[in-house]
T-cell receptor, first 114, second 108 residues
Framework: EAQVTQNPRYLITVTGKKLTVTCSQN?????MSWYRQDPGLGLRQIYY???????DKGDVPEGYKVSRKEKRNFPLILESPSPNQTSLYFC?????????????FGEGSRLTVL | RKEVEQDPGPFNVPEGATVAFNCTYS??????FFWYRQDCRKEPKLLMS???SGNEDGRFTAQLNRASQYISLLIRDSKLSDSATYLC?????????FGAGTRLTVKP
């Protein structure tokens, strides 16, 4: 089954404790992206990657890191989480890039930072 | 001002009703337009693309007005299963911008 898989789905952590949210897709998509979704603000892009070893900042990259060492994986790293990073996070992938509109999303990871 | 703006709703309509959502965008250079659907606590999924000439997919009709910079989605004969949040998405140079969404509840 074609899918984007995120882990963990739910996480409660404390300020400053490094964490990684993994994202994996099995569709051989070149494009992958991370978003956060907050009430009233919609989906905001954190980082994206057009291909292996190519990553770029989105609208809200501060406090996050990513890597793209393999096509299928695009982990999101919070080196020192803070309460303002409490949010719902989505990973997405696309075969031909964003302009086609067909973004496939993971089920989301709800993160709470105390 | 947000780049993509939507009325957050909620829209509460009875089954069988026709409901329309509008979305405005600020960047006149925007190239591609889409509607996504997001169920409560779920991931967004592409509902339909929006073309300049307007397009229809069953009970759903999407329209684009480039001059006024707005996009619309019309849902006819609403079903209970149409209850969801509808996200307007605007793309320019491979940069996609999401609206905050319009919440629809269809009631029996």
């Amino acid at each position: 089954e074609a899918q984007v898989t995120q882990n963990p789905r739910y996480l409660i952590t404390v300020t400053g404790k490094k964490l990684t949210v993994t994202c994996s897709q099995n569709m051989n998509h070149e494009y992958m992206s991370w978003y956060r979704q907050d009430p009233g603000l919609g989906l905001r892009q954190i980082y994206y990657s057009m291909n292996v070893e190519v990553t770029d900042k989105g609208d809200v990259p501060e406090g996050y890191k990513v890597s793209r060492k393999e096509k299928r994986n695009f982990p999101l790293i919070l080196e020192s989480p803070s309460p303002n990073q409490t949010s719902l996070y989505f990973c997405a992938s696309s075969l031909q890039g964003r302009i086609t509109g067909e973004l496939f999303f993971g089920e989301g990871s709800r993160l709470t930072v105390l | 001002r947000k780049e993509v703006e939507q009325d957050p709703g909620p829209f509460n309509v009875p089954e069988g009703a026709t409901v329309a959502f509008n979305c405005t965008y600020s960047n006149s250079a925007s190239q591609s337009f889409f509607w996504y659907r997001q169920d409560c606590r779920k991931e967004p999924k592409l509902l339909m693309s929006v073309y300049s000439s307007g397009n229809e997919d069953g009970r759903f009709t999407a329209q684009l007005n480039r001059a006024s910079q707005y996009i619309s989605l019309l849902i006819r004969d609403s079903k209970l299963s149409d209850s969801a949040t509808y996200l307007c998405v605007v793309s320019r140079n491979n940069d996609m911008r999401f609206g905050a969404g319009t919440r629809l509840t269809v009631k029996p």
